[in-house]
C-alpha cells in the first residue's frame, strides 16, 4: 500500500465482518495504510510474532477499537498490554501517542475508563456501527495528528511530507490497478486459447464417440470398452482409465463438455 502512515487495527474477530472491515476500506480510500490480521498473516506463520512483532511493532499509529465484543477478547487485552507495556518503556507513561483508543459507544468508554484508565485520557473518538462521514473524518484527522507529531518539523514541513506520502500511495494504488488489469487480460487470453484448443477438438471428429457419451460421463464412471476414441481423448488430456478400466472424465475434459453445452450442443446433434 505504499509509503502512507501505517495504523495497526486492534479489534475483535467477532466485530471484523460488521465493523472493522467497513472502516478499513474508508481508511485506505484516504490514504491510510491499514495492517490488519485477516490480509497480512499468512497460513503457517508464527500468529503472536506476526501481531507483536510485525504489525503493532512496526504500526506509526495503533487503532484500538472498543466494543461488546473485544472487551471480551483475550487478544484484544494482549495488545493492549503489549502496546502499553512499548510505550511505557519509551518513557510514554502519560503522552500514548502511538495509541488512538476508539469507542462504539459511550458504554463501552465508561468500562474501559474503569478498567484501562490510561487509554481514556485521549479524546474520546466515537464510531458507532452507523459511523457517518463526520465520525471518519474525525478518526482521520486524529490519525495524521498523531502521526505527523510523531515525525517532528514544522508545520510546513509536515504538510509537504503528507503531500509525498499521498503521492506515493496514489501511486501504490495505480500499480496495483494496473497488475489487476493485466492478470484480467492473462486469464482472457488463456480462456481464448483454451477455446480455440476445445474447437479443434470438436471439429476433428477425432472423438466424436466420446463427446456422445459426455452426460453419462458426466453422472456415472463408464468402462472403457463401451466408449470409443479413448485413446485420443487421452491423448487430448480430457480423461483418464483408472485400473478398473473406468473411464474418469479430468477438469480439462469437464471444462470441454461445458463448452459444448454452452457453444456446441445444437451443432453435435446436427454432425
Keep these: 500500500m505504499g509509503q502512507s502512515v501505517l495504523v495497526f487495527v486492534s479489534h475483535s474477530s467477532e466485530d471484523k465482518e460488521s465493523y472493522i472491515e467497513p472502516i478499513v476500506s474508508d481508511l485506505e480510500s484516504c490514504y491510510i495504510n491499514v495492517w490488519i490480521d485477516k490480509r497480512k498473516i499468512v497460513p503457517g506463520e508464527n500468529l503472536r510474532k506476526s501481531i507483536f512483532r510485525d504489525g503493532l511493532d512496526k504500526a506509526d499509529i495503533a487503532l484500538l477499537f472498543f466494543t461488546e465484543q473485544s472487551l471480551k477478547s483475550s487478544w484484544v487485552d494482549r495488545e493492549i498490554k503489549h502496546v502499553l507495556r512499548e510505550e511505557s518503556k519509551k518513557g510514554n507513561n502519560f503522552d500514548l501517542n502511538k495509541i488512538i483508543?476508539?469507542?462504539?459507544?459511550?458504554?463501552?468508554?465508561?468500562?474501559?475508563?474503569?478498567?484501562?484508565?490510561?487509554?481514556?485520557?485521549?479524546?474520546?473518538?466515537?464510531?458507532?456501527?452507523?459511523?457517518?462521514?463526520?465520525?471518519?473524518?474525525?478518526?482521520?484527522?486524529?490519525?495524521?495528528?498523531?502521526?505527523?507529531?510523531?515525525?517532528?518539523?514544522?508545520?510546513?514541513?509536515?504538510?509537504?511530507?503528507?503531500?509525498?506520502?499521498?503521492?506515493?500511495?496514489?501511486?501504490?494504488?495505480?500499480?496495483?490497478i494496473l497488475k489487476t488489469k493485466l492478470d484480467e487480460a492473462k486469464a482472457k487470453n488463456s480462456n481464448n486459447q483454451l477455446h480455440e484448443e476445445f474447437e479443434a477438438y470438436f471439429s476433428s471428429g477425432a472423438i466424436d464417440q466420446f463427446i456422445e457419451h459426455r452426460q453419462a460421463l458426466l453422472i456415472t464412471r463408464l468402462s472403457a470398452a463401451r466408449v470409443g476414441d479413448m485413446s485420443e481423448a487421452i491423448a487430448f488430456g480430457l480423461a483418464t482409465i483408472n485400473a478398473?478400466?473406468?473411464?474418469?472424465?479430468?477438469?480439462?475434459?469437464r471444462e470441454f463438455f461445458k463448452w459444448i453445452i454452452l457453444n456446441k450442443e445444437n451443432t453435435q446433434s446436427e454432425k
Excluded at 471518519?136 to 508545520?155: E, F, M, T
Excluded at 478398473?244 to 475434459?253: A, D, L, P
Aim: aromatic share 8%; proline share 2%.
Design 244 to 253: 478398473s478400466g473406468n473411464i474418469n472424465v479430468t477438469e480439462k475434459g
Design 101 to 176: 483508543s476508539i469507542f462504539d459507544s459511550q458504554k463501552t468508554y465508561e468500562e474501559i475508563n474503569e478498567r484501562y484508565p490510561e487509554l481514556t485520557d485521549d479524546l474520546l473518538h466515537l464510531m458507532p456501527k452507523d459511523y457517518d462521514k463526520t465520525h471518519l473524518g474525525q478518526l482521520i484527522s486524529a490519525i495524521w495528528s498523531k502521526y505527523l507529531s510523531l515525525q517532528g518539523g514544522d508545520v510546513a514541513t509536515q504538510r509537504q511530507l503528507l503531500a509525498k506520502e499521498k503521492e506515493i500511495f496514489q501511486k501504490d494504488k495505480d500499480i496495483q
